[in-house]
């Protein structure tokens, strides 16, 4: 049993918000903890739950039936389910984000004109922006969370945020998006090249520039962003949306982590980021962690014995004289392994205690012994959750 | 011609998805170099990586530090390594009017694609070709945006037709292309993910540039705790009259010193799926190199040192 187990129950959380939004450092399994939390919603809460994923390992993916690249909403159905061994009270739905879809998909929806979107979707400067600028990966995220989210279609959505160095990138990516659009600086950028008039101050700029850049590539950019600029207003208005939806007290963050340094500290400084923002943080979730047995002393007792005594032991249990010499080994190995193993769940159990945030936020998951493959397997994770 | 061992080469980019381990294994490669007497260089990309928490030393910068003996790191900036090329190749001095320059800086780059890359990979490459280090260590971006780094210098030679960047880039590619003088090393860990991403990678490294895979390195590899006759014997511990004994001499905890070893048997099996799939895409064209997972007490500079022992010892190196 759990120290944190008892004290916070996602039930509870996932009763009373309408957008969860998973985060953590990369490899501590945000995407499974979001389609656990999802999946076991939809079982026992009722209604229909979207899992929103980004980047999905493939046995995941298979495991909920996504098997195609798109922003297609798709159905887990109630047969998978039932081989599961679960009946659903409600429905799960799963998408995964494909960002160069749903950035063509805002282009066209804020384009003035056919002209304009057919003239930024066809630049050759648009692809690799839109990779790249601004963390355009996590501003579709966000941007897609809100459509779906007036849409109307969900009673819950579960989202699972981009991968990043910097978990918060992508809190910050609608204000940003917002302070691009209306920067002096970007109209100072542009400005030469649609007016065809240098001021005086920003000269030395431009000639550095275009000594560095060739004066061609200025303008290719420069072009791109003045058609970019028509969508000023839409694109504004929706940033502003999707930082309201993210206060909204109907959305929750779930901060996931394993309790190595590294992503442990990362958990932390994430957890002060969405206080600084006025975010709700509704548990932590402390994953893959090794089982309690290895803080049994009674264990410990035992594989310092069978060290100890190996070679007495396995005269004791060998069936075969000739078993004895590798009865001794695998005595010896085994209790070795005992040892390295409770080493590892005392470092787990220090971090869990050091850990800043408040004690009843934390919700500890242990490791399966198995990669993740399917639903029944996602339902196992939840329920360690729930 | 056989491939150029690992630490001959001049310019290494070490790369892998995020908990794997990459920057203590980069630590661990230059720390190795060093400690041969070759003069190594780390420079960290990502401005909020943990790199000076690896090295337990004062933050970084981009001025190179000597953190041990032969071994200096720095941090990227791409702001800093403009105003260094605009001084050193362009002759532009003037720090005074870079002060609007910086401030729109950040716009232009993010703006036009292959900007902040090409300062970063340049000031590489330049380290390199100026000879100040014997080898460079790069703790690159993660394997989602490496490759768009190491593209860069070919996309600028497409888009940028003339200035003086176009100039540059030539000498760039020599440096970058040369698998005597450049490698990339992906990292991983043996699980779904990491690997996937490996081999994802590795494939997008051989369409989209023209850089060497060096190495893939999988680190944390669990230990294979006995082979098929030690398992029947272990398995013959679960019967009824040798756990009775057992439970006798050692106490009611030897359940738990049993179901830790099925525990480790377990997880091995697990990534030992993820390693065969490895091995499958790579076939034998790219050399594997295999670290141990340390049962070690928090990560740092001892750790850093276990790795690297590891290292020279599956590199074939005398410590």
Redesign the interface.
Known sequence: MSRAEATLRLETLLSAKEIVLTCG????GKTTTAAAAAAMAATHLGGRVLALTVDP???LAAALGLTEVGNTETRVTPAAFARAGVHPRGELWVAMLDTKASWDDLIRTHAPDAATRDAIIAN??YR??T????QSHDYIAMERLHEIHASGRYDLIVVDTP?T??AIDFLDAPDRMAE?FS?R??R??IAPYRSRMFTT??K??YA???????????Q??AE??ILFQTMYDGFVDRAKAVTRILEDRRTTFVVVTTL????AREAEFFVEALAERKYHLGAVVCNRML?A??G????????E??KG?ADT?AS????RVG?RD??E??LR???E??L?????AA?ELEQLSELTMPRELLVSVPAL???VCSLADVLEVGRHLW | MPAPALLDRRLLFVTG????GKTSVAVALAALAASHGRRTLVCQI?A???LA?VLETEPLTYKPREVLPGLYAMTMSTEESLKE??RLQ?R?P?LA?IG??A??FD??A??????KEILTVGKLAYEVRERHYDLVVVDSS?T?HVV?QLAAPE?IRE????????NQVDWILDILQDPAQTGAVIVATA????I?ETIELAASLGSNTHVDLAAVIVNQVLPE??GA??ES??E??RTAT?HR??VG??????D??????E??V??RR?RAVHLDALNDALGATVPVVYLPFL?A???GLRTTRRLSAALAAELGIEQ
């Open positions: 450092a990369g490899g501590v390992a493939r046995r050759p400067l690799n922006v990779g790249k600028f601004v991968p160095r910097n691009f920067s600086l970007l100072w950028l101050a920003s030395p700029f550095a520039a275009d000594r560095v850049l060739g004066a061609q590539f200025l290719d950019i791109f962003f190595d340094t590294a992503p089982p047995y290895f049994d002393r009674a264990g410990a007792r035992a594989a014995v069978m005594n032991l004791l249990v060998a069936r078993d590798a009865m080994g695998v190995e085994v209790a392994n005992y390295n193993y409770r080493m590892i470092r012994q198995r990669d | 998805k995020g908990g794997v990502d909020k990586g943990d928490d090329y605009l362009l532009i003037l009017k609007p320059l401030r729109t716009f232009v993010t703006a036009a694609p292959g900007v993660a989602g768009g996309a888009v940028v037709r003339v200035g003086a960047v176009r699980e779904e993910m990491p996937t705790l006995f006759r030690e014997l272990f013959s511990l040798a004994k057992l001499e050692v106490g009611d905890g030897v738990h010193v049993l179901d830790a070893a525990l480790a377990a997880r697990a049962f007490r928090r990560h």
